[in-house]
């Protein structure tokens, strides 16, 4: 791309490449998209879009936002570069253990936390508080019309690692472990042979640092193999996982903030996105039960017109069903809406 211009910065490459620029302009289109063009799409634009209608998300400029992203992934690649020298100095290059992937990684964290002022809410640390969309979404991490930066947690903060990373064409993905979600450098497939490693990094939090898979089977709470595999903990996620996330995100403030019957559609399309975790029928299930437990009973009903994009779950449902594969039917057994509907007026009977 842009082959006229050989001179030109990687970074300025590829943050000018259409797919960071253009994409769905709401939650509802880009709930209509098929699954295979997600990985099309910026990372930043779908946390973004995920966003929408929610409390602390009133006019998020997605292209100021992507125009800031854009930003800090030229001022990393030149510090980057800068430094480049350090990886082959024989006084520093032990440091990385001779990793021109880990060095990347640490120069992009770096940067970002102490340049860009990427940093966790201190807030939040030990008190944790879904009603604000801020802490679960990158917008919390840019700054505001007033300059001013709210901070974010594991939910946004490795967002912004991957959004940012991936304009320099690093192999980043997120990976989840129960109650964190991490980075991944997987780049065993690239031409680049320095850059075919597979490490996991975390940046959430004060500094950052490298792990391996077993730190996440005991951090920040204990995982068993069956954990692992049911809500496919330590799995580098694509797009379809990466929506999934976002949208339990969307659900967790929703349901906070009182609007239940959103929350549930959101975890329900999270559910049809990535059915292997299994967390999100259960987020689902106990919320649908809870709305039934409400001392007025009212019945709970799906309105197409109440909420961007319910069709078009519903139409995932029944996409899901008809699969038909073993891995679905697995998952199927799981109650839909209308099922622990029918289960609940029939015990009230």
Same mark, same amino acid.
């Given at each position: 791309m842009h082959a006229d211009k050989p001179d030109e910065p990687a970074a300025v490459r590829l943050v000018n490449h259409q797919y960071l620029s253009g994409g769905p302009s709401n939650l509802r289109s880009l709930l209509e998209l098929p699954a295979d063009d997600l990985e099309l799409l910026d990372i930043a634009r779908v946390n973004l879009l995920c966003a929408q209608g929610l409390p602390g998300a009133d006019g998020i400029d997605i292209k100021a936002v992507q125009a800031q992203l854009d930003e800090w992934a030229l001022l990393v690649e030149q510090e980057t570069e800068r430094h480049l =020298? *350090?990886?082959?100095?024989?006084? =520093? #290059?032990?440091?990385?253990?001779?990793? +021109?992937? *880990?060095?990347?990684? +640490?120069?992009?964290l770096q940067v970002l936390q102490e340049d860009c002022q990427v940093k966790y809410n201190e807030e939040r640390r030990f008190d944790v508080d879904f009603t604000r969309s801020q802490d679960l979404f990158i917008h919390g991490l840019v700054p505001d019309h007033n300059d001013q930066i709210n901070g974010g947690t594991c939910a946004s903060m490795p967002v912004i690692y991957a959004a940012v990373g991936r304009r320099l064409d690093y192999p980043i993905n997120l990976s989840t472990t129960s109650g964190h979600v991490f980075c991944r450098w997987d780049g065993l497939d690239r031409e680049n042979p320095a850059w075919r490693e597979r490490f996991n990094f975390d940046g959430s939090g004060e500094g950052f640092g490298f792990f391996d898979d077993d730190h996440y *089977?005991?951090?920040? *709470?204990? /995982?068993?193999?069956?954990? /692992? @595999?049911?809500n496919a903990y330590l799995q580098s996620?694509?797009? @379809?996982?990466? /929506?999934a996330l976002f949208l339990a995100s969307r659900g967790h403030c929703l349901q906070d903030t009182?609007?239940?019957?959103?929350?549930?559609?959101? =975890? #329900?399309a999270a559910r049809n996105y990535h059915p292997q975790c299994g967390l999100y029928t259960t987020f689902f299930s106990q919320l649908t039960l809870r709305m039934y437990g409400e001392p007025q009973g009212q019945q709970y009903h799906f309105a197409t017109d109440q909420y961007p994009g319910e069709s078009i779950i519903a139409q995932q449902d029944a996409d899901r069903r008809r699969r038909g594969n073993d891995q679905t039917r697995r998952h199927s057994q799981n109650p839909t809406l209308h099922e622990l509907e029918q289960d609940l007026l029939r015990r009230r009977r």
């Open positions: =020298y *350090r990886l082959f100095h024989p006084d =520093y #290059r032990h440091r990385w253990n001779n990793s +021109e992937a *880990r060095f990347r990684t +640490e120069m992009l *089977r005991t951090w920040p *709470r204990a /995982i068993t193999e069956h954990d /692992i @595999r049911e996620l694509d797009a @379809r996982g990466e /929506i009182g609007r239940l019957q959103e929350g549930a559609i959101a =975890y #329900r």
